[in-house]
């Protein structure tokens, strides 16, 4: 008997689906019929009804080699794009009745919705359309700015392909690879490399003015300082400058070899 009652409850459970946390279900029936609306979490009989347990958590498509071409006809040479994207849990069973679009998540026994719509279709278009809007030079400056740009039209995209049922939430776009022909490649790092001289010049300058005005300033101060002496010896700056020529005069008779050099003021 219990033997039996083993039997019996493995062959009950063979004909059973679970539907896990952070998934909903799609209900089909043997005859074909999708029911529109999605099946909670939890387990069901399935022997005469297929569930698809679909996840609706974060789901990635990773398109590669890509070669877009920008808004002067220059074709990159490899572009990678990760999107990350979510379902909406209500729309994903009225949505695989309108297009069929699911696929099997790679390594698991769960689904998601348009994995290979993206990868093979929207994703594509989609980097070409924000490419060519550009040039390579402004948008490897601005790869940001390129994945916001990429994820706006996707989806755009999307709404058009499925209007009123577009159950992609995207998350975020990025731009792992990104490599320029190397003629562009080429002109790209001298100009990094102008750039940098420049900004060395422009240092260079500054510190050259700034001494410039240490000088001025430096002059300044020996001006009013020498007015200062003449005025407290009673003399005219003159009468003070040619008292210290003629001391400076008297040191080098003094000292023949101490190499001081005396401004004769001619």
Not at 99 to 124: A, C, H, I, N, W
Not at 210 to 216: F, G
Request: charged residues 20%; proline residues 5%.
């Amino acid at each position: 008997m219990r033997k039996l009652l083993s039997l019996s409850l493995a062959l009950a459970l063979c004909g059973c689906t679970q539907i896990p946390t952070g998934s909903v279900g799609i209900e089909k029936s043997y005859f074909g019929h999708i029911y529109s609306e999605p099946v909670e979490q939890g387990l069901y009989w399935s022997w005469f009804t297929n569930y698809y347990p679909v996840d609706t958590t974060l789901t990635r498509a990773t398109v590669r080699g890509m070669q877009p071409k920008d808004s002067h006809g220059v074709a990159l040479q490899d572009v990678s794009v990760v999107v990350t994207y979510s379902l909406d849990p209500s729309k994903v069973a009225l949505f695989y009745q309108n297009s069929k679009e699911m696929d099997r998540e790679p390594e698991s026994d769960l689904y998601t919705l348009g994995l290979g719509v993206l990868e093979q279709s929207v994703v594509p278009y989609s980097v070409q359309i924000a490419t060519e809007r550009s040039d390579l030079a402004t948008i490897s400056s601005h790869l940001g700015d390129y994945a916001d740009t990429i994820q706006a039209v996707m989806e755009k995209r999307l709404r058009e392909l499925y209007p009123h049922i577009d159950p992609f939430r995207i998350q975020s776009v990025t731009v792992p690879t990104f490599d320029l022909p190397p003629a562009i490649q080429t002109q790209m790092n001298a100009k990094a490399g102008y750039q940098a001289e420049l900004e060395t010049l422009a240092a260079q300058m500054a510190v050259i003015q700034q001494r410039k005005a240490l000088k001025i300033a430096q002059a300044s101060i020996d001006a009013e300082a020498l007015a200062a002496a003449a005025k407290s010896a009673g003399l005219t700056p003159q009468e003070v400058i040619d008292w210290k020529r003629a001391e400076a005069f008297q040191l080098l008779a003094a000292h023949p070899a101490s190499g001081v050099i005396v401004d004769t003021g001619k």
